[in-house]
């Protein structure tokens, strides 16, 4: 068992949007499968999360599970096809905008007002600084500013777990 295939009880609850409760019901029913540590805790593999989550989404509750409103700014196709993946996976709906510059980023910051804000740190140059200016602005207050890479590109779980971290409209 690696730390990086299982999830506790709180995370899972958290990925789900129920509390740990609820989850513990789950899996003392055996709707949601869970292995025990030696200590009785109970882990559930994240992809048994994410195919119980996908299983209990009907049609009506897909539709009306929101709108993630993204700015991307320097991320590659390969990137961004992983995170409306994400979404859908996730029920939700992607509103995507590419900014080419900091004062676009500025302007979609202001006018979408996004939960997301994904900016690749090996395309952007001074990406640090900028998602710094980013989360200083009052518009970006509620925004999650997050700087993304080659390793975290390589991995459909991340951006899984960022979007499943996201609030929905």
Same mark, same amino acid.
């Not at 949601?32 to 994410?50: E, K, Q, W």
């Not at 590419?98 to 979609?108: F, K, R, Y």
């Given at each position: 068992?690696?730390?990086?295939?299982?999830?506790?009880? /709180?995370?899972?609850? +958290? =990925?789900?949007?129920? %509390?740990?409760?609820?989850?513990?019901?789950?899996? &003392?029913?055996?709707?949601?499968? !869970?292995?025990? *540590?030696? %200590?009785?805790?109970?882990?559930?593999?994240?992809?048994?999360?994410?195919?119980?989550? +996908?299983?209990?989404?009907?049609?009506?509750?897909? !539709?009306?599970?929101?709108?993630?409103?993204?700015? $991307?700014?320097?991320?590659? &196709?390969? !990137?961004?096809?992983?995170?409306?993946? !994400? $979404?859908?996976?996730?029920?939700?709906?992607?509103? =995507?905008?590419?900014?080419?510059? *900091?004062?676009?980023?500025?302007?979609?910051?202001?006018?979408?007002?996004?939960?997301?804000?994904?900016?690749?740190?090996?395309?952007? /140059?001074? +990406?640090?600084?900028?998602?710094?200016?980013?989360?200083?602005?009052?518009?970006?207050?509620?925004?999650?500013? $997050?700087?993304?890479? +080659?390793? /975290?590109?390589?991995?459909?779980?991340?951006?899984?777990?960022?979007?499943?971290? =996201?609030? =929905?409209?």
């Amino acid at each position: 068992m690696t730390a990086n295939e299982f999830v506790t009880m /709180k995370r899972a609850a +958290a =990925l789900c949007g129920v %509390s740990p409760r609820t989850v513990a019901r789950w899996v &003392d029913s055996g709707q949601l499968p !869970a292995v025990f *540590t030696g %200590s009785g805790h109970r882990r559930i593999r994240r992809d048994d999360v994410y195919a119980f989550l +996908a299983a209990r989404r009907s049609l009506r509750a897909r !539709a009306s599970r929101g709108v993630i409103r993204v700015v $991307v700014v320097g991320v590659r &196709d390969d !990137a961004i096809r992983t995170l409306r993946r !994400a $979404v859908s996976d996730m029920g939700a709906t992607l509103r =995507l905008e590419h900014a080419w510059s *900091t004062l676009e980023v500025g302007l979609w910051v202001g006018d979408l007002r996004p939960q997301l804000i994904l900016i690749d740190s090996d395309h952007v /140059k001074d +990406a640090h600084l900028l998602a710094g200016a980013v989360r200083s602005s009052p518009q970006a207050s509620t925004a999650q500013v $997050v700087l993304t890479d +080659a390793r /975290k590109r390589q991995d459909p779980l991340v951006f899984r777990d960022l979007v499943a971290s =996201l609030p =929905l409209d």
